[in-house]
């Protein structure tokens, strides 16, 4: 667990980093560009696009592992919005939980296997 907690510190950080970087030099408008680019057809706009695609599966796996609760909704908002900083974070929180594990990391009450 420490190796996973070690890359998803390293993660948050550089993607921190970059972008600070990134908002200091060309501001905060980040959504003309993405879905500019998608809409353009060229390879940065299939990389956005494989990029929301993941971004869709972080959000669903966040909101389905809190069982899709008031709770889970904002995390799974969270995560779309915010990408691998919230996931990195909201993976530090849970593996830093008393009992921590892959399998409650991954599955939450799920692993119990009541609905």
Known sequence: MNA???LW??????????TAAVIRAHGL???TPFFGAIREGGWQGQFNADFLAMLILSAAWT???NRWSPRGILLALLALGFGAPFLCIYLL???SRPGASI???LLGDHEK???
């Open 93 to 95: 929180y849970l593996s």
């Open 9 to 18: 510190l390293v993660l948050l950080l550089a993607v921190g980093v970059y």
């Open 103 to 105: 399998q409650s990391l």
């Open 113 to 115: 296997g009541t609905h």
């Open 4 to 6: 996973a907690r070690a």
């Open 63 to 65: 909101g389905w592992r």
């Open 29 to 31: 408008d980040f959504v």
